[in-house]
């Protein structure tokens, strides 16, 4: 019920980040890293609103510049709903409650970061514990990051963690070794007869 309000704010702020011409220059977002890569952004909209999504602005493509875009009513089935952009655009899903969100939030191969948005703090913070992700935060961008927090995500986003005392464990080489404390002969065989194990 919520979502028409929603997107006509994001369509504002969309288009409060557009590049002023398309060249880039002067523009408060950066240019993509190929003239190829902005090409397929661009095929990602044009797949969406193909099949049914709505384009309320942007998606203009100059070179390695693509104009922020808000594809509405984005659903499975498009590209764009299982593979990651790389680009300046914002897909909206629209869903009855907060149980298909969740459905939704899940339903993808990736698993780096999630965020939830309440004013009721304990049922958001109960949603986000069942976000497939290594992140989730509540009432906070997806785009932070802590030096003193682990940092990683599940499924395809990767493994391990980095930041905190997860980096230790993550950019540590274990290595065990053992030394022999004395050693006897008995019938031409060397036995030990004293292990000590070490870390590095």
Same mark, same amino acid.
């Given at each position: 019920?919520?979502?028409? &309000?929603?997107?006509?704010?994001?369509?504002?702020?969309?288009?409060?980040?557009?590049?002023?011409?398309?060249?880039?220059?002067?523009?408060?977002?950066?240019?993509?890293?190929?003239?190829?890569?902005?090409?397929?952004?661009?095929?990602?909209?044009?797949? %969406?609103?193909?099949?049914?999504?709505?384009?309320?602005?942007?998606?203009?493509?100059?070179?390695?510049?693509?104009?922020?875009?808000?594809?509405?009513?984005?659903?499975?089935?498009?590209?764009?709903?299982?593979? $990651?952009?790389?680009?300046?655009? &914002?897909?909206?899903?629209?869903? &009855?409650?907060? $149980? $298909?969100?969740?459905?939704?939030?899940?339903?993808?191969?990736?698993?780096?970061?999630?965020?939830?948005?309440?004013?009721?703090?304990?049922? %958001?913070?109960?949603?986000?514990?069942?976000? $497939?992700?290594?992140? %989730?935060?509540?009432?906070?961008?997806?785009?932070?990051?802590?030096?003193?927090?682990?940092?990683?995500?599940?499924?395809?986003?990767?493994?391990?963690?980095?930041?905190?005392?997860?980096?230790?464990?993550?950019?540590?080489?274990?290595?065990? +070794?053992?030394?022999?404390? %004395?050693?006897?002969? +008995?019938?031409?065989?060397?036995?030990?007869?004293?292990?000590?194990?070490?870390?590095?």
């Amino acid at each position: 019920k919520i979502a028409d &309000a929603f997107v006509e704010k994001l369509v504002a702020k969309a288009e409060s980040l557009r590049a002023p011409a398309l060249n880039g220059r002067n523009g408060p977002l950066g240019t993509l890293i190929s003239a190829q890569a902005a090409l397929r952004v661009r095929g990602l909209i044009e797949d %969406a609103v193909s099949r049914g999504a709505i384009l309320h602005t942007g998606g203009e493509v100059y070179n390695t510049v693509v104009q922020p875009a808000v594809l509405d009513r984005v659903s499975a089935g498009m590209r764009i709903y299982a593979e $990651e952009a790389f680009g300046p655009v &914002a897909c909206v899903i629209r869903v &009855a409650d907060a $149980e $298909e969100g969740l459905s939704i939030v899940n339903d993808t191969e990736f698993g780096l970061v999630a965020s939830v948005f309440s004013s009721d703090t304990d049922r %958001a913070t109960e949603l986000a514990r069942k976000f $497939e992700t290594g992140i %989730a935060h509540v009432n906070g961008s997806t785009v932070f990051d802590d030096p003193d927090m682990p940092f990683g995500g599940m499924k395809a986003s990767g493994y391990g963690r980095f930041g905190g005392r997860a980096a230790l464990a993550e950019f540590t080489e274990l290595k065990w +070794m053992t030394i022999s404390a %004395a050693t006897t002969e +008995m019938n031409g065989s060397v036995s030990t007869d004293r292990n000590q194990g070490g870390k590095k």
